[in-house]
Each structure stands twice: as structure tokens, then as C-alpha cells.
């Protein structure tokens, strides 16, 4: 099978010149956004984030000592 390449300087310029339109008008999007949503949300969004990746962390963490207790039992055992 051939393989695909993304090598902008292998692309048709029209396929450049849509490719580029389009991470233009993502941008244009996005700083629109960015204007619709205050600031306090998106400091808020980010902390809110942070603490739910802390909560999965601990959960982690619990699990990987109850595996931990459980291999020490085992070896105790033997």
C-alpha cells in the first residue's frame, strides 16, 4: 500500500492554501470565544481540571498500595 505524506512542500497549493485558510479561521474561532467567556470562568475551568487529575492521582495511589499490601502478604506467606 503507498503510504500518505503530509509534507507541506509535497501538497498541492491548493490543498496549502485550504489547510491554511482552515488554521486561520480556527484561530479567528477561538479568540471569538475567548471573548464570549469571562476570564474568572476559564481560571475556574483550569483549577477545576487540576483537582479532578489530583483525585484520579489519589485513586492511583490507593490502588497501587492496596497492591502493594497484598504482594507483602503473599510474601510473608512464603
Same mark, same amino acid.
Given at each position: 500500500? %503507498?503510504?500518505?505524506?503530509?509534507?507541506?512542500?509535497?501538497?498541492?497549493?491548493?490543498? !496549502?492554501?485550504? /489547510?491554511?485558510?482552515?488554521? %486561520? %479561521? =480556527?484561530?479567528?474561532?477561538? /479568540?471569538?470565544?475567548? #471573548?464570549?467567556?469571562?476570564?474568572?470562568?476559564?481560571?475556574? =475551568? =483550569?483549577?477545576?481540571?487540576?483537582?479532578?487529575?489530583?483525585?484520579?492521582?489519589?485513586?492511583?495511589?490507593?490502588?497501587?498500595?492496596?497492591?502493594?499490601?497484598? %504482594?507483602?502478604?503473599?510474601? !510473608? #506467606?512464603?
Amino acid at each position: 500500500m %503507498a503510504e500518505r505524506t503530509h509534507h507541506t512542500a509535497e501538497m498541492s497549493p491548493r490543498i !496549502k492554501e485550504a /489547510r491554511e485558510h482552515a488554521r %486561520a %479561521a =480556527r484561530a479567528s474561532l477561538r /479568540r471569538s470565544f475567548e #471573548e464570549l467567556i469571562p476570564p474568572g470562568f476559564t481560571e475556574h =475551568r =483550569r483549577a477545576a481540571r487540576k483537582e479532578m487529575l489530583l483525585a484520579m492521582r489519589s485513586l492511583l495511589d490507593a490502588a497501587i498500595e492496596r497492591v502493594d499490601h497484598a %504482594a507483602e502478604g503473599r510474601d !510473608k #506467606e512464603d
